[in-house]
């Protein structure tokens, strides 16, 4: 045995397991960002179909879409009114309630009425002139305060309106 090597194996081996230690660490570090953004993506994505759930009940049931009624009315959940509405808009028992906060606001845009947009030709009626009434529908989920996330989708409707 060399008289100047006695220590050297167990240098080399510690700092082989170190290497290995931080190469370990690092690999743990990236798994579990990979893991937190696939998990925010997920949430981002749960949100967004709530909001359009919001969205379709409200489009399905036809509430709060008062073809007498004139531009600018709205009608809304109770939480939803960060401007005041002039009807409250009582979301369909059928809809899951998530974790989180489900909203609703129909709107009446204008003018009070318009002519209905062309149609393509396999859309097309015989009726030569409909009147139509504009509406927003915005349907809002927000989870934020149990980090679920939070999306809002806002959809255009066009309501036909008789003679």
Same mark, same amino acid.
């Given at each position: 045995?060399?008289? +100047?090597?006695? &220590? @050297? *194996? =167990? =240098?080399? $081996?510690? =700092?082989?397991l170190l290497l290995l230690?931080?190469? +370990? @660490?690092?690999?743990?570090? #990236? #798994?579990?960002?990979?893991?937190q953004m696939a998990g925010n993506d997920e949430n981002r994505l749960s949100a967004l179909q709530q909001a359009m759930a919001v969205v379709d009940a409200v489009l399905e049931t036809g509430a709060g879409m008062e073809l007498s009624a004139?531009? &600018?009315? %709205?009608? $809304? @959940?109770a939480q939803a009114a960060s401007?005041? $509405?002039?009807? +409250?808009?009582?979301?369909?028992a059928t809809l899951p309630q998530p974790a989180g906060r489900l909203d609703a606001l129909v709107e %009446?845009?204008?003018p009070l009425a318009m002519r209905m947009p062309r149609l393509g030709e396999e859309t097309a009626s015989s009726t030569v002139f409909y009147r139509v009434a504009s509406f927003e529908v915005r349907g809002v989920?927000? &989870? @934020?305060?149990?980090? =679920?996330g939070r999306a809002a989708v806002t959809? &255009? *409707?066009l309501? %036909?309106?008789?003679?």
């Amino acid at each position: 045995m060399i008289r +100047g090597a006695r &220590g @050297t *194996v =167990l =240098l080399v $081996c510690l =700092l082989v397991l170190l290497l290995l230690a931080l190469l +370990g @660490t690092t690999v743990a570090r #990236s #798994s579990l960002l990979h893991l937190q953004m696939a998990g925010n993506d997920e949430n981002r994505l749960s949100a967004l179909q709530q909001a359009m759930a919001v969205v379709d009940a409200v489009l399905e049931t036809g509430a709060g879409m008062e073809l007498s009624a004139q531009v &600018g009315y %709205r009608a $809304c @959940t109770a939480q939803a009114a960060s401007q005041p $509405c002039d009807a +409250g808009l009582a979301l369909p028992a059928t809809l899951p309630q998530p974790a989180g906060r489900l909203d609703a606001l129909v709107e %009446r845009l204008a003018p009070l009425a318009m002519r209905m947009p062309r149609l393509g030709e396999e859309t097309a009626s015989s009726t030569v002139f409909y009147r139509v009434a504009s509406f927003e529908v915005r349907g809002v989920y927000d &989870g @934020t305060a149990d980090d =679920l996330g939070r999306a809002a989708v806002t959809q &255009g *409707v066009l309501v %036909r309106m008789e003679h």
